[in-house]
């Protein structure tokens, strides 16, 4: 396509990512980081790959004080990492449950444990690390000199404000989605089950230039919906029935996460209302999404509208979060989130209310914070509800 943006990054932006993180350890008097998962590698790296998907065999990134990453890596994965900018791979014959990797580790990290250097391990809410125990506990015995330090905080700062080559491809997704949602009125119609409808959008997503679609969920019942996680079943959709479909469709590893919602055949009342008042809380979200102001603010300013039907507060626990190389990131647009917003964050606004007999219903667009305000990723859903089918 014309407008596509180029796929991956040029070594200038990686090499930008990590004095950026180099900053900062300094900052922190940190050696280096260790990493293992696969956002945090590639965002260093480029190395993109969907064998992430098969958790047999450990990944690992050293990012040093100075200097560039070094990789150590299965000999499996050489091949693909030779074609970043990285230049230290270090490779094992994996998987080798006996010495994944733990051995190379030692080799490279032990003249920090001489030195009781302090090491960058990202240890707090939203990370884990993606190796044995049992194989990280050999390897902190093996480096006893070591100490690791928490380092989510930095990692957060690094990806949450996006650079202008990140948001073009977060863009890029969230226009294709919107021409996959398009299609939906021409897709859906009563009788047809809910399961197939999940493959007839997935299709068109991909016909309209997604990599992948690896995340759609939704619901649909009648008057409303009741959750929006379960796996899509064989019931036929109905007139009366609410539907909604969420999509995390991808593009050159980046996400978009939005959704919308239809009413086949008509709609009753009060879901016409809780559509009406989910719009104006996006619209509250979006208006107050500027630098400076907090998460919990850009919460609280949906939650007065929602509060219109629905006086719990948000019982899913937030209004939206961050986006971008994975379907959620940080931050939490949430109560006990008081991340202050900066300019290149990409967030969903995406308030929900329960109404009815135990219904509910979610509303998500995808924004960018700009010196100005935010600015919409997503093509902005009409203030009605949507009649289909």
């Not at 202008?164 to 491809?169: M, P, Q, V």
């Not at 400076?292 to 629905?310: S, W």
Request: hydrophobic share 45%; aromatic share 8%; net charge negative.
């Amino acid at each position: 396509m014309a407008d596509q943006p180029e796929r991956g990054f040029p070594a200038e932006e990686f090499a930008a990512r990590t004095a950026r993180a180099q900053a900062l350890m300094a900052e922190k008097d940190l050696a280096g980081l260790f990493l293992t998962t696969e956002a945090e590698i590639r965002y260093f790296t480029g190395f993109h790959t969907l064998f992430w998907q098969s958790p047999t065999r450990p990944w690992f990134l050293f990012v040093p004080a100075e200097g560039k990453p070094v990789a150590v890596i299965p000999e499996i994965g050489a091949a693909l990492m030779r074609r970043t900018w990285i230049e230290d791979i270090r490779t094992w014959s994996a998987p080798a449950p006996e010495d994944d990797g733990i051995s190379l580790l030692v080799d490279l990290l032990s003249p920090l444990a001489a030195k009781g250097a302090r090491l960058g391990v990202p240890e707090g809410h939203e990370t884990h690390l993606r190796m044995p125990l049992g194989d990280h506990e050999r390897l902190l015995k093996a480096l006893a000199g070591l100490q690791p330090v928490d380092c989510t905080d930095l990692i957060r700062r690094l990806r949450m404000v996006k650079s202008e080559a990140e948001i073009a491809k977060i863009a890029h997704i969230c226009a294709i989605g919107a021409r996959a949602f398009a299609r939906v009125p021409r897709l859906a119609k009563a009788g047809q089950p809910l399961e197939e409808l999940f493959r007839e959008f997935r299709r068109a997503a991909l016909a309209e230039g997604a990599d992948d679609v690896p995340y759609l969920v939704g619901g649909a019942d009648r008057g409303g919906y009741h959750d929006v996680i379960s796996p899509p079943s064989r019931r036929p959709l109905r007139a009366g029935d609410i539907l909604m479909l969420d999509t995390g469709a991808s593009w050159d590893g980046y996400f978009c996460d939005f959704d919308r919602n239809f009413a086949v055949g008509g709609a009753d009342d009060l879901s016409r209302r809780a559509h009406e008042v989910l719009w104006r809380a996006t619209e509250a979200g979006i208006a107050a999404a500027k630098p400076g102001a907090t998460c919990r603010e850009v919460f609280d300013a949906m939650r007065r509208v929602t509060a219109e039907m629905d006086g719990s507060g948000g019982d899913v626990g937030r209004f939206g979060h961050g986006l971008g190389m994975q379907l959620t990131e940080w931050p939490s647009l949430a109560a006990f989130d008081e991340t202050v917003l900066e300019e290149g964050m990409v967030l969903t606004i995406e308030p929900s209310l329960s109404y009815g007999d135990g219904r509910i219903m979610v509303h998500e667009e995808n924004v960018v914070v700009r010196a100005g305000g935010a600015e919409l990723l997503t093509v902005r859903a009409a203030p009605e509800l949507e009649v289909i089918g």
